[in-house]
Each structure stands twice: as structure tokens, then as C-alpha cells.
């Protein structure tokens, strides 16, 4: 079960083209391309129970003043990626403002596009 190259190479350029950006940039538009209509994100902040749908999610990235906009450090970080036929895991780090975000992703492959299904979150400042 070797991670496909190509499969990795494609999540990581997703990461970096929708994710990251999109978090960095508050543009939802970016995110809505790399995460499943169905995602839900669980975990904690602060040490706060965290669960929220995307829709739920999208709304709060759309209406807070981006990482961008703020002019404050802004850092997301891809540590590993492992891929399987048409499932995959990345874990990830995403530093911004007061948050030190430790993150597991699980991805689907959908009609050939590596998509987000659940996102699960710890932050651990």
C-alpha cells in the first residue's frame, strides 16, 4: 500500500493552492474547491470542544478579518501525506494569530479531485 506519488503531489498542491490560501485569504471560494460540501470539522481550541459543519465553518472564515487583512503572521504547513486508492490523510499545521492549529484531514478522490471529508483540529498553544 505505497502512497501514489502523483496522488501526493496533487493533495499537497490542493493544500497549498485551496486550503492554506483560502484560510490565509478568508476566501471561501478557494476553500469550497478543496472541501466536500458533507465536511465536518471536529476537535478542540482553547481546550474547548470544537464541531461545527462546513457551511457553519465558511460563514465564520467569511466574516472575521483574515489572517491577510490583519497583516499578522500566517503559516500552513503540510507535515505528511498518505494516500491509499481513493482515500487519503494529511496532517497539517496552520499558525495563525493567537492559534497554533495541529490538523488531521481526510480526503476523498471524487470524479478524479482529492476533496476534504472531515477535518479534525487541536489547538496546541
Known sequence: ???NNQDKAAIEQA????YFKGIYEGNVDLLKQVMNTGTLLFGDV??????KTLDVYLDGVKNRVSPKDSGKPFEGKTI???????????EVTVKMYDFNYYEFLSFHKI????????KMISDIN
Open 1 to 3: 500500500m505505497e502512497t
Open 80 to 90: 505528511f501525506v498518505k494516500a491509499v486508492n481513493s482515500i487519503a490523510v494529511a
Open 46 to 51: 482553547k481546550g474547548q470542544p470544537y464541531a
Open 15 to 18: 493544500l497549498e493552492t485551496y
Open 111 to 118: 470524479d478524479g479531485k482529492w476533496l476534504i471529508v472531515n
